[in-house]
């Protein structure tokens, strides 16, 4: 049997954040799941946005990494679980539209979202497949640098909500990794 790797990393909340479960709840027009504030699906998303931002829209390394209509990702990214003491309570928070002509809020557009945050949180990504050695080298640099260079989640980034700090915990990420990812890039 051939052992699996996983890639763990940290994220520390520089305010708080929403995922939106696509769903109302009373008095919400948006609101999150309070027992998965952060899934998964999420974390990929915007691992695999970063990722494309820095290694291209036609790299083969994300798509061999995050997966394609070709071949199934050969990772898991597992949930955010905070730590210390847990997600904040969610909160309410009111955002409104401007009218460009008036200055003044628009006629029904008022709306109420969940948000939440935590000191920190934890999550892994982990080998789903066998690699071969260099693969699996490419693929754990891409996903950490991916993670690290990721500096926002959720609903509203350019707005101010989910900014993050994410630290890759068990790759070291020295220069010379950096260089190495940078050539990437052509393959």
């Not at 049997?1 to 990393?9: K, T």
């Not at 899934?39 to 915007?46: D, F, W």
């Not at 036609?58 to 997600?87: D, I």
């Not at 006629?107 to 000191?119: R, Y």
Request: net charge neutral.
């Amino acid at each position: 049997m051939i052992p699996m790797s996983a890639v763990d990393f940290q994220i520390t909340f520089n305010g708080p954040f929403r995922v939106s479960t696509g769903y109302a709840r009373a008095g919400l027009d948006a609101a999150i799941d309070i027992e998965n504030p952060l899934p998964n699906t999420s974390l990929k998303g915007v691992m695999r946005a970063t990722a494309t931002q820095l290694l291209g829209e036609e790299s083969a390394v994300v798509k061999q990494v995050f997966g394609s209509v070709e071949h199934e990702a050969p990772w898991r990214w597992g949930h955010a679980t905070p730590g210390g003491s847990g997600w904040h309570t969610p909160k309410p928070a009111a955002r409104v539209a401007i009218d460009a002509d008036t200055h003044t809020a628009a006629p029904d557009m008022l709306g109420i979202s969940e948000q939440t945050s935590a000191a920190h949180a934890f999550f892994t990504v982990t080998q789903r497949y066998p690699l071969d050695e260099n693969a699996l080298r490419a693929h754990r640099l891409a996903l950490a640098v991916a993670g690290q260079a990721t500096r926002s989640l959720g609903a509203n980034r350019r707005r101010g909500l989910g900014w993050v700090t994410i630290t890759c915990t068990n790759v070291s990420l020295d220069r010379a990794a950096i260089d190495e990812f940078l050539t990437l890039r052509s393959a």
